[in-house]
């Protein structure tokens, strides 16, 4: 809500020249944060009243070169539309017409699209809304989002297609000595497009960590980079240690959060604490509340999209479709008990109760069993809202870490937690968990093997179980060590453009305009009605009344 000034001129002839009494102006202002104070009145002869609106104080400007993130986009996305043209095609096998195109093409669309259309709601609107419960900082939070998110995709398909090439004849490996070109082109298809919306995860909880602190251009720098570091890291995970992760609870959320907070400890600012703007409002929450539920209903979704067609994706589904209610339950009933006035907390409610997709992600296809999927669900809530309730205040105040949206208790500790609890599955794994119903059938087609790839080629559980701690291990450095150095990058790139004192946490340091979107709240504009008509005589009811409207 805007701060406004209701400032009334009274102009005064004294009853006696030899007065004493105060001729002060009387000013009301009207704000959501400040008490009124309302300075003495006097008996006037002639009273003349003016009313006019006083706009907000200017701030300080802004760092100069501010602009740069405009030449940085149009750069950027210039490169981008050149490299797209001279690498990327429709994925021969299943996007251009071929002997099996069309059945290929069709049987991708009905077991991917509706997964990618769920996940990429959460994406745009559900991360997009979440992060809009700043009450200065709305726009900002769901138009960034909007940006990173774009330019993740785009980063995200160029930089793991170079990663797999692919010959100009599908059938031929490009590193093949019979590939018949020396062209490398990279494919692309919808489980791009849903893999591109995982790195895409990534990217947005780190923007979380440190949503209304950095500038567009160091925005801008911070996506580009991690996701490059995000592709390197999960081929190194996936196709050299051979860990399993389904619902990327390692590769994303893990990534993301510690990406996220080494980040922000190198910018580390002790304004970002003390800004008045960083607070909530009803409707601020409440929009946040809406991206909460978008996030919740489709995270099974998330989990179970790259998860093997059939049994493993609907346990994936299932599994994570408990885990979310059993952390409801539990954010809500703890939520209460910490809170000293016993009440929800909205802060919890908005993403704590998030927290058992997250830790049930990584073990979402394993035979964790129902009642193993509430349990978890359980745990990832009450470790989350004591995150909220405990550990970030001690983030930041022993280890200078503000982190805006609480990503560490949400993606950071449950991540962590549902890591390890895939370390304990896969060391647990046997033919009789996986396989009770699958005798006969050849081994290769075999669910254990199938969630456990290495397993069918010699490994054993206690080896998957040590790839998967290593692949947690490895994403930790690559998030901490990364996010440090990048957090170094926009440091430098802060030098060009930076955000300073009163632009942390407002939407007038990226939105044009602002001032006029901010409309005059009616109780005031029915207010000055009223006063027109009123003649201040010094009378003190008077002035209780307008204190206590106030």
């Known amino acids: 809500m805007a701060l406004w000034q209701l400032e009334l001129g009274i102009t005064q002839e004294a009853l006696r020249k030899d007065s004493d009494s105060d001729q002060s102006d009387l000013v009301l202002k009207y704000s959501s944060n400040e008490e009124t104070k309302i300075p003495k009145l006097v008996e006037c002869q002639t009273s003349k009243v003016k009313f006019a609106r006083q ?10 070169r501010s602009n740069s993130h405009i030449f940085v986009l149009i750069i950027l996305q210039t ?22 195109s069309v059945e290929d093409g069709n049987n991708m669309i009905q ?47 160029l930089v793991y297609g170079f990663f797999h090439l692919h010959c100009e004849n599908p059938d031929v490996d490009f590193v093949s000595p019979s590939c018949p070109s020396s062209w490398p082109y990279i494919d692309v298809n919808v489980v791009t497009m849903i893999s591109a919306d995982f790195a895409t995860a990534a990217v947005l909880i780190s923007f979380g960590v440190v949503l209304g602190v950095t500038s567009p251009l160091q925005l801008i720098v911070m996506t580009v980079i991690e996701t490059i570091i995000f592709v390197v890291n999960e081929i190194i995970g996936r196709d050299f240690i051979g860990a399993v992760d389904a619902g990327d609870t390692i590769f994303v959320h893990m990534f993301g959060a510690y990406f996220g907070l080494a980040v922000v400890r190198v910018l580390y600012n002790p304004e970002h604490a003390k800004s008045d703007k960083e607070g909530s409002s009803y409707s601020s929450d ?15 979704s998330f989990n179970g999209g790259a998860a093997a067609s059939g ?14 209610c059993s952390c409801v339950l539990a954010a809500f009933a703890f939520s209460a008990l910490v809170t000293p006035s016993k009440k929800f907390s909205t802060e919890h409610l908005q993403n704590a109760t998030l927290a058992g997709g997250v830790a049930v992600g990584a073990c979402a296809d394993m035979m964790l069993t129902p009642g193993g999927s509430l349990f978890i669900g359980s745990l990832a809530g009450i470790l989350s809202v004591c995150g909220f309730q405990y550990i970030q205040p001690t983030l930041l105040k022993t280890f200078k870490i503000h982190d805006s949206c609480g990503v560490h208790n949400l993606h950071g500790m449950p991540g962590l937690f549902g890591g390890l609890l895939s370390v304990l599955l896969a060391g647990i794994a046997s033919p009789g968990s996986y396989d009770q119903f ?27 179980a040590l790839s998967q701690l290593a692949a947690i291990i490895v994403t930790l450095v690559f998030a901490i060590v ?5 957090g170094f990058i926009m440091l430098l790139v802060g030098k060009m453009e930076r955000m300073e004192g009163k632009d942390f946490y407002n939407d007038d340091w990226n939105i044009d305009e602002m001032e006029a979107k901010e409309e005059m709240p009616e109780e005031l504009q029915g207010l000055m009605e009223d006063w027109k008509n009123i003649k201040f005589n010094g009378n003190p009811e008077t002035r209780n009344i307008l204190v206590e409207f106030i």
Not at 117 to 137: A, E, P, W
Not at 311 to 324: C, F, G, K
């Open 79 to 100: 490169i981008i539309i050149i490299l797209f043209a001279l690498f990327v095609r429709y994925d021969p096998e299943t996007a251009q017409r071929s002997h099996r």
């Open 438 to 464: 699958s005798e006969g059938m050849d081994e290769k087609d075999k669910s254990l093997t199938e969630i456990f790839p290495d397993l069918g080629e010699g490994g054993s559980a206690p080896g998957q």
């Open 286 to 300: 409440l929009f946040s509340m809406v991206g909460t539920i978008f996030l919740w209903m489709f995270w099974p």
């Open 311 to 324: 049994d493993a994706q609907q346990r994936a589904v299932i599994n994570t479709y408990y885990s979310l």
């Open 111 to 157: 077991s991917t699209y509706a997964m990618f259309q769920d996940v990429h709601v959460m994406i745009f609107l559900g991360f997009g809304f979440l992060m809009t419960f700043l009450r200065k900082y709305g726009l900002s939070a769901v138009s960034l989002n909007l940006m990173c998110s774009a330019l993740a995709i785009e980063v995200f398909t």
């Open 55 to 64: 706009k907000i104080p200017a701030r300080k400007e802004k760092t100069s």
């Open 482 to 486: 990364g996010g440090l150095i990048t």
